[in-house]
């Protein structure tokens, strides 16, 4: 590829990532073009497999090196999902000892849920989410 066409490639890549979010895939692959597109400057008539190989390889090795802290750094840590159903109240499907697991539907759904109170939770009560761990509720008695 002549050096421009790789600087083309390397900025629509920049651009493509401002308008779908790639999760920074994007910003490495074109930054990659864009060197790849200098360098071709500096030594014309290179054979275009070097060219491709030397862009294959800072790709991939921007990707594993600085993608990840990037990334990170711009968008912080991702929140649990599943912390948004603390507090929300579901209704017991069978009987749930204490300490034991059973399911709540919650949110129209079945939720396994750990009873963390004191009492049994009876089939029909109202059981209110105290936290989440994974894709478990713990639950104790509304009244609680």
């Known amino acids: 590829m002549v050096w421009w066409q790789w600087i083309v490639l390397g900025v629509l890549l920049l651009g493509a990532e401002m308008l779908v979010d790639a999760e920074f895939y994007l910003v490495f692959l074109g930054l990659s073009a864009v060197v790849v597109g200098t360098i071709d400057v500096l030594w014309p008539g290179s054979p275009i497999w070097a060219e491709w ?19 990170q750094k711009l968008r912080g840590e991702a929140l649990e999902r599943s912390e948004g159903v603390v507090g929300e109240v579901g209704s017991v499907e069978a009987d749930i000892a204490p300490g034991a697991v059973g399911r709540i ?20 009560a109202r059981a209110r989410v105290d936290s989440t761990s994974g894709l478990t509720v713990d639950v104790r008695t509304e009244e609680s």
Not at 105 to 124: I, K, Y
Request: net charge positive.
């Open 53 to 71: 190989l030397l862009f294959s390889a800072i790709a991939i090795a921007a990707l594993l090196v600085f993608r990840g802290r990037f990334y």
């Open 105 to 124: 539907e919650l949110r129209g759904t079945t939720w396994s849920a750990r009873n963390v109170g004191e009492q049994v939770l009876r089939r029909g």
